[in-house]
């Protein structure tokens, strides 16, 4: 008995549930082509059990670390920039994506018993390996099968981590997330949908093909999901987020910079370095692009963009205009036609992405919050007035407090606000714009909005909500 056409029902199933739980990154049209390719492979090696090879025999097919033509990878910053390696290396943009060894996997896996949705999941470890043992529904029976599948890679490393497992595919590069995520601080595991918004209805899938098909966008450097066909190949330059995302491809700096008397010429002279980017040197509108390329709400500028974004990697570049290649969502132009084609995709998209008076409902989207901002439209504030990328702290306290997340020197508290608006070093001036006192040890000026509007500040600071330290 053939079970081929079940397999296609399933395919389709997994195809719809994937393009409903798509984030702001992807658009319809193109999306659906290669989901389409991802999920065949993906959901093949899942369901074909009766030629899956012995545990010992799986092969362990993952994403590839491609150094380009362009890309030299931050290894070779080193040389020259040693401070500057350190600090991003002890950063969590480094460790954003890793693969999956005993040094960087922080969730618990000593024959740990997991259920949810009535289904059972055993994480072992087998040696340095980390394993699961996973039920799936048996698309001939009804019933419920067992596999085991290696976990490959890992996402997030600072709050919580999410686990990546290779479907055992001879040749496709695509994954599996697993549907539990590890929580740093508590150190617990919990399902995949209590970590992200999303409606009650799409929270129980095991997302196959869903990091080469989105997160591979902001969660490494120059990546690429090579997911045309039924088979995935994807290469990226680097897990996580390294030295060229933020300061472009190295190859022309490199080049630049062979001749050390050329080098320190131009270093201690008033030429600048036309080869690479410096963030830091650019006007506050570009440099905060950098960052909004990944912590933005966006998609691609038009449908067919997307297909090329797979095939040859993201179009944008560090100190390029971001919305040349990238279509950012604002709650306030919902006639955008872009913004309505994600919203005909997926109806729950802007209140997902947005509360109700417009601002900024999911972390890490601060550029769209950035963007809305008196200061930024009428001042000049970036994301590097309060962050910086590079620390120069000494010690290893200080190192861990800057990279809980990476901001300067004294912006952890009022400084960060009375750089700028001074009248706010004032106790009586303070008290009046915060409607509270400013001794009051649980609140934090410069992480908040008013209080006496909890949904939002109608002077339209583009901070976080009001936070109370407890």
């Known amino acids: 008995m053939t079970w081929e056409p079940l397999l296609v029902i399933l395919l389709l199933a997994a195809v719809l549930v994937m393009a409903l739980s798509r984030p702001a990154g992807n658009v319809p049209a193109g999306r659906g082509i290669l989901l389409v390719a991802v999920a065949a492979c993906g959901m093949a090696a899942i369901v074909d059990y009766n030629r899956s090879p012995a545990i010992d025999d799986l092969p362990i097919m993952r994403p590839i670390e491609f150094a380009d ?183 022309q700096h490199l080049a630049a910079n062979a001749n050390p008397l050329a080098r320190y010429r131009r270093r201690l002279g008033e030429a600048t370095d036309e080869s690479i980017t410096n963030p830091s040197k650019l006007d506050h509108d570009l440099s905060s692009q950098i960052c909004g390329a990944c912590h933005s709400v966006s998609s691609i500028k038009q449908e067919e963009d997307f297909l090329s974004w797979h095939r040859n990697g993201p179009g944008f570049r560090p100190g390029q205009d971001l919305a040349e290649t990238r279509h950012l969502v604002r709650a306030r132009d919902l006639d955008a036609p872009m913004t309505k084609k994600l919203i005909a995709s997926n109806p729950h998209f802007m209140e997902e992405s947005f509360w109700s008076d417009g601002m900024v409902r999911v972390s890490g989207r601060e550029y769209t919050a950035l963007l809305d901002s008196p200061c930024f439209q009428q001042g000049d504030i970036s994301c590097l007035s309060c962050h910086e990328m590079h620390s120069q702290a000494s010690d290893a306290d200080a190192m861990q407090a800057w990279r809980d997340d990476q901001l300067k020197p004294g912006m952890r508290g009022n400084l960060a606000c009375i750089t700028c608006h001074e009248k706010l070093a004032d106790e009586n001036q303070l008290r009046q714009h915060t409607h509270t006192s400013p001794h009051r040890p649980e609140v934090t000026v410069a992480t908040a909005t008013c209080p006496s509007r909890p949904t939002g500040c109608s002077r339209g600071h583009a901070a976080t909500r009001w936070t109370r330290r407890t």
């Open 69 to 251: 033509e362009q890309y030299r990878t931050s290894s070779s910053c080193l040389v020259c920039h040693r401070s500057q390696y350190q600090s991003w290396h002890a950063s969590y943009h480094r460790t954003m994506t890793q693969l999956a060894t005993p040094e960087t996997v922080i969730g618990d896996f000593n024959d740990v018993s997991l259920s949810f949705q009535g289904l059972a999941y055993q994480l072992y470890r087998k040696g340095d390996e980390f394993m699961v043992l996973m039920e799936i529904e048996d698309p001939l029976t009804g019933g419920t099968i067992q596999v085991h599948r290696p976990i490959v890679m890992t996402t997030g490393s600072h709050h919580m981590q999410v686990y990546w497992f290779s479907l055992g595919h001879p040749e496709s590069r695509s994954l599996g997330m697993l549907p539990f995520i590890f929580l740093a601080p508590e150190k617990r595991w919990i399902p995949r949908h209590a970590a992200f918004l999303m409606p009650q209805q799409r929270n129980s899938e095991i997302l196959v093909g869903r990091w080469n098909a989105t997160c591979i966008r902001c969660h490494s450097t120059n990546p690429r999901a090579r997911a045309e066909t039924s088979v995935a190949d994807s290469h990226l330059a680097e897990f996580g987020i390294a030295c060229e995302a933020c300061h472009g491809p190295g190859y």
